[in-house]
């Protein structure tokens, strides 16, 4: 099959624009709060697209679900109760569970249609949905931090979009604040945080947000991302205790991956010389 | 301006594309190897593309060029004689030139326009070409490479396009050979090696054409590249010794870089899992 369609995701604000050259549509819909779509394309496997961006493609999925799950894992010292708040697709929720401490992952997007069309068209993220651990739930996780209880949770993971639209409430000090309510002590939260490249006075809002929201320690961390803007993607890590490696359990971790391990953990620690400058 | 044109690199090959909204072209014309253009971006200051495929960028050149010189001149005991094959922007001239320790460095670039397209739309690229260690060259490198003596160069920089047309002969066992036979005993290659989500097969057959050659160790670096095809590019060096990085050195380096650093030395070495399987 050699069509000659394309997917193209324009950013404006960015200039530039990522395209994959796609078989055929396969879905198309206007959920009750987003629009979706999934793509067959021709050499990234299946695409989901979210409000016109690309979300998820089969070929390089890993990269960022790896990435959103492992290291915050291994820098927590005993994650047991993990909140993914958005991540409908289910790949983090996936990265997750390949963890034995954890208890208890409770994923919440807003939309469930996400999670449909992924159970359809991504089964191998929705592979371990079925874990006695899993708890799918499908309301406001802003909300839902909200109402959280004192301590009841180790890892918040923010697996969400881009800060405009359903997601712009979860970049912003209110939510850091009711993160910091309801993790323990020693808790973390992981926030997907954009492109270093282009978008660095984003990550200059979050992490001071995050400062003042009562995290004392933000570590971000860099991985590749192909069908995000730039190819180069982030995660920003918040705590209010220092952050302590888990060296040993990442060398000797008992699941598969495709990225991550313990030197690439040290990689994406590592901090570019402009952004070191623009943290100083 | 908010005009809406954008330069598009489509790779069929791929399946991907990358855009860049544009003001305008400033320049166009087909030297005697090469169609060569240059556009103001509205994003990413100037873009120079080679045969349709984008090259350089004044906005984020500063990634491929610090990684194709610095780590490698770090990893060498003593670089005194660099030669660089391509590379006719003069970006990894200027790289290499920051190192004191280098006294002689040879660009080698078949196509001399390039470089005087370079000296007007990048002449920050282009500002220590009259360096009293710089010598440009405006021949073909294969065969400079094929009439050099023995023991004559400790670092060659291979900062060519990609393997198709006038660069096809920088990626082989005779071009390695050729390589191994005028280096030091300490001496070290690095050549620019595409994209390891991308291009997997090319590094393979690269490194196996290193080691068939003659250089007994081989080791891909990986870095962001925004405007190369996924976004994550690799360059991978192969050296007849063993690599000592001079760690010191690099962590007191007295001379200014906009990405690499001595953490990020090591973030570039670190190898995917999936690659490191792929070469277990």
Chains 1, 2 share one sequence.
């Not at 990269?63 to 993990?82: C, G, Q």
Request: aromatic share 12%; hydrophobic share 40%; charged share 25%.
């Amino acid at each position: 099959m050699n069509s000659n369609k394309w997917f193209t995701e324009q950013m404006l604000s960015t200039g530039t624009a990522f395209s994959l050259k796609i078989k055929e549509k396969l879905h198309e819909e206007q959920s009750d709060f987003q629009h979706l779509e999934i793509y067959d394309t021709e050499t990234f496997g299946k695409l989901m697209v979210i409000d016109g961006c690309t979300m998820v493609s089969t070929r390089d999925n890993f990269f960022y679900h790896e990435m959103m799950s492992h290291p915050a894992l291994f820098l927590h010292p005993n994650p047991k109760r993990v909140w993914i708040i958005g991540g409908g697709d289910c790949g983090t929720l996936r990265e997750v569970l390949k963890h034995k401490n954890v208890e208890e992952a409770v994923q919440i997007d807003i939309d469930e249609r996400v999670t449909r069309l992924a159970e359809i068209y991504f089964p191998e993220l929705c592979e371990s949905n079925g874990d006695s651990r899993a708890d799918l739930k499908f309301i406001d996780g802003i909300q839902w931090l909200k109402d959280a209880a004192p301590n009841s949770v180790d890892l918040i993971i923010v697996d969400s979009t881009d800060p405009v639209g359903v997601a712009e409430g979860l970049f912003g000090e209110a939510f850091y604040r009711d993160c910091v309510a309801c993790l323990a002590e020693d808790g973390m939260l992981i926030q997907q945080s954009e492109s270093a490249l282009l978008h660095l006075d984003l990550i200059k809002d979050m992490r001071s947000a995050m400062q003042t929201a009562g995290f004392s320690h933000q570590q971000t961390l860099f991985f590749p991302q192909c069908i995000y803007p730039s190819g180069w993607w982030s995660g920003t890590i918040a705590s209010k205790a220092e952050l302590i490696f888990r060296a040993e359990d990442c060398a000797n971790k008992d699941f598969d991956t495709i990225y991550y391990n313990l030197d690439i953990h040290h990689a994406a620690m590592a901090q570019p010389e402009f952004f070191k400058k623009a943290f100083a």
